[in-house]
Structures are given as structure tokens and as C-alpha cells.
């Protein structure tokens, strides 16, 4: 160790390392319970491998509201970490570092997560914590490994047999009334990345005030060791399977609004899980509810490497290309995919003159929403004397074209910041809001029971979603869901056939009714230490220094949810978030953020027009009025990088 520290010593002098990098080194050489991680290290720095270093070393992976994520495989592979390799071609350990994913990180997290749940429980019983994981590298390793601590640590694990979606995990929460979820996933990020994203009781993403105090609790461990309790003190693991999938299952069920549009009208689909975890619930679902289901046999394959697609996310056309070409092939009129956690879902649907058409994650959302809203009278479920109480909850950055259709049926809606954890703080709220004598044990009840009391005492969540490709149409999920929104979505392109129209004629007739809205999404991609810091002084740029003019047009307004005190339209005050909302006096309006989960500063650009004249008019006026807003974005973005 003492060469090695005279080499690391000598690259700091030598300005080639970090001193965040040189101090996280010692951290992780001190904490860590195998020879692997000085080993990695040894080897990079003889190979002078120093942007390799600072980019594994130039921070702590830090816990933040959402757990973890980062590289669990380094641009670089030292010979240590290969080993003798691992499934799918992965090396055999994960890259060592103290701002990657790996069982130093991970250890952190989940007994951190354990100090927390322990205090909050207390000492009458075991707490109970559920643990799920997708296809990636180390998933499982990850999984069993905290199901491990978690049990020798005095509390009780629930672990599934095998990979299971995000959404399935945020049930079995609720479903299993554990204290406490974790699901390894980095959702759709690319091959080389994973993540330990955090659930409470409720079965939501954790937020305040759980979230600062669990942050603090994993923050304090700088070892991955730990002692386990005496065999006595020790907490059981029961595994998860078939059983857990039946029950999810039937609860999937009471999405369907108007069942009898499935009988003798169900469209031929072609599924894909891109290699993930979709096709363990939504392909059987579909079946069972009488779709001609065919799935895509390269891409049903659970591979970490993702290896027919150059990124396993649904929003982008190449990943559903192979599903496209089956459809195309055999007739089917959707095409659905889903990311390798299931909680984000991708739609290519035929339209009435026989052509594919890919739609963006608003447009996906609007269907769902609008046709909600329409079978909930329909059917019954709303009523002059209770629409108010019916509410969409979306996110500020997805379409207002929602807003608009809520407004037609005279629902309420609730706009949050970007992140399925906020719209599950409105799902919350709105069941806390039950009187207790009257709701009972909440969870066992079913949808239609729920639904009524909270038209009765609360809100009624109708549907909810964000741009980014995650929809939900129910309470008994606390996250975005894509084996419940491909029910949703299936019932509505049941609807579009019975009527005699397609998905994407539907979807024009909406557009008539409501106004052309389209949106765009952009971003800058900025990787490693020096991308971190170039995204945080672009995006406190825009706080310091505001546009007053954008393509020509004045700015009308400008929100800015980092430094601004502002409240949601039910009163509730907004946490501080990085992100700038900026509407212009000519009806286009755009949101800078940085990602909270990749490299990147998001752009998301907004364009509508007002109902009436010809729609093909509107979608082109619409179109170049972003094509001409985002040019002047992008210069205006640069010029600020480079000040």
C-alpha cells in the first residue's frame, strides 16, 4: 500500500488526480471487505489511468431521495475486477470506487435504510423490507446481498425468485405491509450502470421526512463491513414467486373501465420487454384479458448487455424497431415496449392509412387520460355532483394538453415536480385524508370501495403520469407502472377499434378538440467529474442570469422552482427543485433541469395551438415554431457553457 500511496501522492502534486479522488481512495482502500477494490486501484494507477480514477473517485455515491445510481462497470476493466468473468460477458466483480455501484455502496445503503426502518418501527417487532431487481449486471449479486444483511441485521426480507419490475415491488410493499422496498435498477440507462432505488411503507419512493433522515444514516457508514446480530437476534428471508405474481396480477384487473370492449375487439400486439422484466406480468396479462400477444423471441431474452438495442429505452424508435418489424410482418396493430424495470412503456401504433407511428410518451398519456375521463362517465363512476372530486396529477413538464381535458370534464388537476415520488405524496395525502374510522385497513379493501371514499371523504386519483413515458391509473401502486399502464393502454385501443378509428386517429381527433399541443425533449450530455460541474454551472446560470428574450418573443414568466417559494394548486408548497420554467408572450414555453439520474441538462420545450382549422396547418406551425425555439435554446446554452 505504501507504493501505491507514493504514486497516488505523486498524481495529486502532479495535478493528474483529484484531491476529492486521493481522500475517497483511502475511504474506500479502509472500508472495504476484499482485496479487490486496492487491487483495481493498484492496476490504474500504474497504467496512469487517471481520468479512469477521478471518474470512479471524484465523490461518494451519495444517497440522495431516489437511493442510488452509477457506472457498475468502468470504462476501463482492470484484469482484478474481470476475474474470471460473470453472466452475459460481465466481469466477475463490479468496478471498484467510491461514486460507482458496488457492494461498498450498496452495504452503505441498505444498512443505512436498516438503521432507519429499526428506529422508525421500534422494538415491539421484526421490520419487514422487500427486495426486488431487474436483468442488469450485478442485479441479483445486489439483491441477495441485501436481503442478506437485512436478515443478519435483525430484520425480516422478502426477496423475489427472480427479476420482477419496479411497480411489482412498490405492490408487494403495500401488498406484504412491509416497512421498507428496494429495487436494483437502473431503469433505462445504459448496460454499464445500476441503482438501489428506495421505497417506504407506502409503497412510494421515499421523501420527506424519512428521506433526510435515511440520507444521513447511510452517509455516516464509510465501511462496507459490517457484524452480524447472533443467529437468535437474526431476521428470516422468504422468497417470493408465483403466488406474488397471481396477486398482482388480479389487482391489474380492476383497471379495466369497460372489460366488455375487450370481448371479440382486441387487437393483435406485439410485446417487448427489450431484455427486461416486462414480459413476466404484461404479456400473460394481456393473454388473459383475450389480446393475440406475440413477443419479439431476440429481445425476451433477461441479457444485461441489452445486446439488440444501442439503449433498452422505450421513448427512443430504434429500441422497438425489432417489435415494429414483427408487427409489420404479421399484421399487429401495436407495437408496446417496456424499459428492463417495467416501469416506463413505449408505443408504435398503426394508423388508419396502414403506417407505423411511434408516440411520444405525452401523447400515450393524453389517450389514457382522455378516454378515463370519458369511461369514468360513462360508466358511472363520476357524476355532475362528484367530478370535482376527480383528479389527474401529472408533472409540471408534461403536456398541458392533460390540463385541457381535464378542464372539458370538469376535473381537478395537480401539477408536481419531475418524479413519480411526488405525484405518490398526492396518492398519500389523499388516502390519509379518509377519516380513520371509515377506511378501515385501506389496502385490503377493493377499487370500487376506495374509489368511493374518496370521492367521498378525498380526491379521486383518475390517472396520473409524466412525459417520460410513466403512467398510473390506480392507488394500489405508489410508482409509475408499465405492465398497469399497458392494461390501460389495451382498453383504449379496444375503444379506438369499437368505434371503428385507430390509436393515432384518435389521437388527431383529441388534437380537434383540444388544440394541437406538441412537446419536445432535449438534452446535453456531460459524463464524469468535469460533466457534474459543468452541468451544475449551467443550470445555476439561468438562476443567476434569467432570458428576458427567447427567439424573438418576450419572456412572460419565469418560474424558478430552486430559488422561487412557490405552491402547487391545492396550496401545498413545493420542495426546492433545479429547474426554470420559462413561458414566452407568444404561447411557447420551455423547462431547463439537470437529470437526477443521468449525466445530463434536460430541455423540455412546449408548443399548442387553439382548437379549430386545419390540423395539418397547426401541427406544421407548431413544428417550426420548436425547431426555431430549441436553435435559439441551444446556442443561448453553449454561449453560457463557455462563459
Known sequence: MSDLSAILDQACTNGDLLESSRENIDLLLSGAASPIPEGA???????????????????????????????????VVTKVEQGEGGPNERPEHPCAGTATMNFFNVSRAVRGMITYVKAHVGSERKPRMVFAHDTRHFSRDFAEFCAKVCSELGCDAYLFDDARSTPQ???AVRALNA?????????????????????????????????????????????????????????????????????????LK??????????????????????????????????ELGFDVMTVPEQEVRDGRFPTVASPNPE????????????????AEIVIGTDPDSDRMGVVARDGKGVMRLLTGNQIGSLMAWYRAKAAFDIGWLNDATRARAIFVKTYVTTELQSAIAAKFGLGVVNTLTGFKYIASK???????????????????DEDTTRKLRLEYSRFFLFGGEESYGYLGCDFVRDKDANGAAVMFA???????????????????????????????????????????????????YSINPPTEVDGSAVERVRDFKTQDLFDEEG????????????????????????GTEPKIKFYLFGKTAPGGELSDAKARVAAGLDSLWAAIEEDALKRSSS
Open 572 to 595: 401545498d408548497e413545493l420542495p426546492k427543485e433545479g429547474m426554470l420554467f420559462v413561458e414566452l408572450a407568444d404561447g411557447r414555453s420551455f423547462a431547463v433541469r439537470p437529470s
Open 427 to 445: 396518492l398519500k395525502k389523499y388516502e390519509d385524508a379518509i377519516p380513520a374510522d371509515k377506511k378501515g385497513d385501506y389496502r385490503s379493501l
Open 169 to 171: 415491488l412498490s405492490f
Open 316 to 331: 427512443n424508435a430504434p429500441a422497438l424497431q425489432m417489435g415494429v418489424d414483427l408487427a409489420e410482418k404479421e399484421g
Open 491 to 541: 382498453e383504449v385501443a379496444a375503444y379506438a377499434k369499437s368505434v371503428g378509428t385507430t390509436l393515432p386517429d384518435l389521437l388527431d381527433d383529441i388534437y380537434s378538440e383540444f388544440g394541437y399541443h406538441e412537446e419536445r425533449g432535449k438534452a446535453m450530455v456531460m459524463e464524469g467529474a468535469d460533466g457534474a460541474a459543468k452541468i451544475q454551472a449551467l443550470a445555476s446560470s
Open 254 to 287: 380492476s383497471l379495466l373501465m369497460q372489460p366488455s370492449l375487450l370481448e371479440g375487439a382486441a387487437a393483435k400486439v406485439v410485446f417487448t420487454s427489450i431484455h427486461g422484466t416486462g414480459g413476466q406480468i404484461t404479456v400473460p396479462m394481456l393473454r
Open 179 to 251: 416497512d421498507a422496498g428496494v429495487v436494483l435498477t437502473a431503469s433505462h440507462n445504459p448496460s454499464h450502470d445500476n441503482g438501489f432505488k428506495a421505497y417506504f411503507n407506502d409503497g412510494a419512493q421515499i421523501v420527506e421526512p424519512h428521506a433526510s433522515a435515511i440520507i444521513k444514516e447511510v452517509n455516516a457508514i464509510m465501511s462496507e463491513r459490517y457484524d452480524a446480530l447472533p443467529e437468535s437476534e437474526q431476521g428470516t428471508v422468504t422468497i417470493l414467486g408465483a403466488d406474488a405474481d397471481r396477486q398482482y396480477m388480479d389487482k
Open 41 to 75: 486501484v493498484k492496476e490504474l494507477a500504474e497504467g496512469g489511468e487517471w481520468q479512469e480514477l477521478n471518474d470512479r473517485f471524484f465523490k461518494t455515491l451519495a444517497f440522495g431521495t431516489g437511493g442510488l445510481r452509477g457506472r457498475t462497470i468502468g470504462r
